[in-house]
T-cell receptor
């Protein structure tokens, strides 16, 4: 059963703590992406990776970090440097190229208090 | 950067009616895609239209693209309660997608 999974669905953290969000795909896609969505808004790109061991900053990378050690996995760490970390985080994957659809995971809702 | 802008922001229709939403963008594109998001869930790809295409159909969905006006429209015909969701346009150019803020569609029974 092919797809993209994110865990956990809900995450609660205290301010000042780093937290890592998981994203795994078994679609054999080269490209993976992390987006942030705030209420009533569209998606903003945090980081993306077109191949293992390589990743690029998106539009709002400050306060976030990623790794891409395996093709299937693209974890996102929200660091304490991120000023407003409470948001809905979405991971996606696709064939690398300018004309391919992206497949999204179910998302992780992070609340930092 | 958020290139696409959907209009209207919200739409409420009766079941069976058609729903039309528009997307405008600023720079040249390779393709334009429409996605649906049910509340609290991930996005689901609906349809992709390339810059050299003018119209595309998929089931009850009809998408048009006017590159001279830098705009696209999504029409959902004979709407159902299950169509209640947010709809996003996304423009693809340099191997990434830029999403608009979305149109929230509510279909009343």
């Amino acid at each position: 059963d092919g797809g993209i999974t994110q865990s956990p669905k809900y995450l609660f953290r205290k301010e000042g703590q780093n937290v890592t969000l998981s994203c795994e795909q078994n679609l054999n896609h080269d490209a993976m992406y992390w987006y942030r969505q705030d209420p009533g808004q569209g998606l903003r790109l945090i980081y993306y990776s077109q191949i293992v061991n390589d990743f690029q900053k998106g539009d709002i990378a400050e306060g976030y970090s990623v790794s891409r050690e395996k093709k299937e996995s693209f974890p996102l760490t929200v660091t304490s440097a991120q000023k407003n970390p409470t948001a809905f985080y979405l991971c996606a994957s696709s064939i690398w190229g300018p004309s391919y659809e992206q497949y999204f995971g179910p998302g992780t809702r992070l609340t930092v208090t | 950067s958020q290139q696409g802008e959907e209009d209207p922001q919200a739409l409420s229709i009766q079941e069976g009616e058609n729903a039309t939403m528009n997307c405008s963008y600023k720079t040249s594109i390779n393709n334009l895609q429409w996605y649906r998001q049910n509340s609290g869930r991930g996005l689901v790809h609906l349809i992709l239209i390339r810059s050299n295409e003018r119209e595309k159909h998929s089931g009850r969905l009809r998408v048009t693209l006017d590159t001279s006006k830098k705009s696209s429209s999504l029409l959902i015909t004979a709407s159902r309660a299950a169509d209640t969701a947010s709809y996003f346009c996304a423009t693809g150019d340099d191997y990434k997608l830029s999403f608009g803020a979305g149109t929230t569609v509510t279909v009343r029974a």
